[in-house]
Each structure stands twice: as C-alpha cells, then as structure tokens.
C-alpha cells in the first residue's frame, strides 16, 4: 500500500505546485487517513517541499479504527504536551522554504487560521479546498474490497435479528443489538449511528432510536453500516411486524421498491447525478408523494458515510465506474409510518455486469 498512498499524495501535490503552493497542510481526518494510511487522534498530514510528515501529539497506536501509517512516510511527534500539530506543521514547511501553503479552510477553524499565519507570517496561506475530496470520490479495488466486506458484516448483523424475536423491544434496545453484532462479526464499529424506527416513526431519515416497543402490524425500517479498516457501507430495510401487511402498507412498499429500482438501475459511468435522483424521484412524485421526499435519493460513500457525489435534483456532474453511492428513497406518512429502502453500490460499466450491489439483505416485504 505504500506506492498507493505515495501516489495519492504525488497527485495532490502536482494540484498544489499548479496553484502555487509548493507545500499543503491535510487536517481533515478521512482526508489524511487516506493519503497517509493513518489518522491518529488530532493529527495533520504535511505534504513538504523536500519531505512528507506526519505530524502527530502523540505516537500512533495501530487501533483498526485510525489505520496504520504508510511505512514511507516518516511521522514527526510533537515534543511537547499540548502543542497543536497544525501550528506545528507551518513551523515544519517553513522550515523546508515553503513561501505558501495550502490548507483546507473548510475544515480548519477561525482560531487554528489564525495561529498557523501567527506562527508563521512569511508563509502565504492558500485554500486547499476540496481537492482531497476529489480524489477520494474514485475508489481502487482494495478500497471497493474493504467496502464489500463491511456491506457482508451489516447483512450478516441485519439477518441475525431479523430472526430474533421482535415484539415488545424499543427501539433503541434493537440498534444497541445491531451495533454491538457489527463488531461482533468483525466490524471496527458501525458506520454511523444506526436508526431503527417503529410505527409512526418507521421510514423516517437519519431517525433517532426511542424507547418505543415494537408492536403487531408494525413497519419497521432499519438504517445500519459497518465500517471496515476505515470504510464505511450503508443499507436501510423496511418490514411488516407479526402479521400479513395491510394493503396500504403493500402498495407504499411497492411504490418505493420500484423507486429504489429505478435509482439502480440509472447507475451508470457517464450518468448525472441528478438524472439518477430523477429515475427515483419521478416515481414518487407521479404517486403523490413528491411534497414531503428527502432532499437527496443517494450519496457517495468511503472513509465517511455521506461523501461525493450527492445524488440530488440540482446536483451537477456525471458518475464514473469504480464510484460508491447509496440509492435510498423513501416515504413517510406522518402519523403512519413509512418504508425506506437503501442499498450501497458501485458503478461499474454495462461491459462489466452493471452497478455493482455490495449490500445483498433480501428486498421482498417480509412478516416478521
């Protein structure tokens, strides 16, 4: 892995050297994990004139959750306690005749800003900007590998409860379960906060688990992901609890199922974003439903759970092959309930078998 990282960062900084910064100081944490193989608590990335530096407070510790430093990368640890490896970084470039230096300004604060031009006011101090991000957007295929085996660790988590018994358990009692299955199976935990929703709450987004029970003739939806050596995957499930699904609940659930479809099935290299949201959105919207949708039908996935691109209607660009992205629609009929169905994916071309589906949990409307 050593010549990847050593490549990602040669990349970023032909990018910089053609902005006129010869030096670039990384501090977003997913940003430096991913050029520098590591990032360890509080620590920045400098990309330098004469040599990279992994600026750190205090020396790495190989958790699986902050990931191991490239071997070829030399980490420089701050000699004393309470130092801020930001500021130290700038004293760094400096010291390699760095005139400019480029920082993420969306990333660093007011204050950080301020002490890194204090502490070194003769270097000029240029926005970085999201280019990192950009270049995270294409994954290679030991990332996408990553992202497989922690979409099979949130089936394997989904399917054991599933056959568990589910009435009269909260909400939250159910996702502390789901979490603590992810590991369990492997996971360095999970890749975001998992929501399970009951009833009324059922297909609601990003919902936050209560101490509501599950009851007879529920929807239930459930949102989890993993995340493996630092990548993170996302599937979202809806089902009937105890019972045959009444009829509404059967029509509401088609209607989505067919969305979600459609969102796949318009995965594609060369597609648009928004045509992609489109496919999905339509559905919805020619049923009724297009006032209370979700802003967005999906998003890119990775070393965070919500990355580039955003599959929404005004959003601009086109999708490439190797790319992983959510595709979750949903409705939510306040005071009912809803249905959410999520999946990750990776485009790939038609010539290769289409988008790749990396979460495989059954997507029939289940009686639990």
């Known amino acids: 892995m050593s010549e990847v990282y050593a490549a990602r ?8 050297n053609a902005g006129g910064s010869p ?3 990384v501090s977003c944490p997913a940003n430096v994990r991913y050029l520098a193989g590591a990032s360890p608590q ?3 990335l400098l990309l330098g004139r004469r040599e990279d530096l992994l600026v750190c407070a205090d020396p790495p510790d190989d958790r699986p959750c902050e990931g191991r430093p490239d071997d070829n990368l030399r980490v420089h640890i701050l000699s004393g306690r309470g130092g801020d ?3 130290a970084a700038a004293g760094l470039a400096t010291a390699q005749d760095a005139d400019s230096m480029a920082v993420e300004e969306h990333h660093l604060t007011v204050s950080r800003h301020r002490a890194l031009a204090s502490t070194a ?3 000029r101090l240029a926005d970085l900007g999201g280019a990192v ?4 957007v294409v994954k290679d295929e030991e990332e996408i590998s990553c ?5 099979e660790i949130a089936d394997q988590a989904l399917g054991e409860l599933l056959e568990s018994i589910l009435v009269g358990r909260t909400e939250r009692h159910l996702a502390l379960e789901l979490e603590r299955r992810l590991v369990d199976h492997g996971a360095d935990g999970p890749g975001f906060p998992t929501s399970v929703a009951t009833g009324p709450n059922s297909g609601r987004r990003g919902h936050r688990p209560t101490d509501r029970r599950v009851e007879e003739g529920d929807f239930l939806s459930v949102c989890l992901g993993a995340t493996y050596r630092g990548y993170r995957c996302e599937i979202g499930r809806t089902f009937v609890i105890g019972t045959s699904p009444a009829d509404w609940q059967i029509e509401l659930y088609d209607l989505v199922f067919a969305a979600q479809r459609a969102g796949r099935e318009a995965l594609a290299p060369g597609a648009a974003y928004r045509d992609v949201d489109r496919a999905a959105r339509q559905i919805l919207d020619s049923a009724g439903y297009g006032e209370g949708l979700q802003p967005l039908t999906g998003h890119g996935v990775g070393l965070e759970i919500d990355e580039d691109p955003q599959l929404a209607p005004a959003a601009m660009g ?3 092959a190797c790319v992983p992205v959510t595709v979750e629609p949903g409705v939510h009929l306040p005071g009912r309930g809803g249905v959410r169905i999520d999946d990750t994916l990776v485009v790939r071309p038609e010539a290769d078998g289409g988008p790749e589906l990396l979460t495989i949990t059954t997507k029939e409307l289940l009686a639990l």
């Open 9 to 16: 960062r040669a990349r970023l900084k032909e990018r910089c």
């Open 147 to 151: 992202l497989r085996i922690g979409a």
């Open 42 to 44: 509080g620590a920045v």
């Open 133 to 136: 991000e950009q270049l995270r």
């Open 23 to 25: 030096a670039a100081l």
């Open 318 to 320: 086109k999708l490439d």
């Open 85 to 87: 490896p930001a500021v």
């Open 121 to 123: 006011p003769e270097l």
